[in-house]
C-alpha cells in the first residue's frame, strides 16, 4: 500500500537548517503531486510548501518564504524540504502529504537554543 516516510527531523539552533526528506512507495510517485505541511501544539496544520509532478513549478507559505525550498527526485521517489534560517516558530511536526490523501507519520523540527 501507498507508505510516505519523512525523516531528517530535530534539535537545531535558531539560524540553523535542516533537510527534510520524505520516501514514498506503493504508487506513482513521479505522477502525484507532493506537499509538506506542518502543525506546531495548539494549532491548526498549514500548508507550508507544494511542488508539481515534474518539479517545474513549486510554491511556499509567505512565512517560510525566501528560507524554506521544496525539491523532489524522482528516480528516488523522494521529496526534500530544505530549511534554512530556522526560526523558533518553526517548531512544529512536519507531514509530507501525496495528492489523493496520503500521509507520512510525521518528523519532528525543535528551533531553540
Known amino acids: 500500500q501507498a507508505q510516505l516516510v519523512e525523516s531528517g527531523g530535530g534539535l537545531v539552533q535558531p539560524g540553523g537548517s535542516l533537510r527534510l526528506s520524505c520516501v514514498a512507495s506503493?504508487?506513482?510517485?513521479?505522477?502525484?503531486?507532493m506537499r509538506w505541511y506542518r502543525q506546531a501544539p495548539g494549532k491548526e496544520r498549514e500548508l507550508v510548501a507544494g511542488?508539481?509532478?515534474?518539479?517545474?513549478?513549486?510554491d511556499v507559505a509567505d512565512s517560510v518564504k525566501g528560507r524554506f525550498t521544496i525539491s523532489r527526485d524522482n528516480a528516488k521517489s523522494t521529496v526534500y524540504l530544505q530549511m534554512n534560517n530556522l526560526k523558533p516558530e518553526d517548531t512544529a511536526m512536519y507531514y509530507c502529504?501525496?495528492?489523493?490523501?496520503?500521509w507520512g507519520q510525521g518528523t519532528q523540527v525543535t528551533v531553540s537554543s
Open positions: 502529504y501525496a495528492y489523493g490523501g496520503r
Open positions: 506503493g504508487f506513482t510517485f513521479r505522477l502525484t503531486a
Open positions: 511542488i508539481t509532478t515534474t518539479g517545474d513549478s513549486r
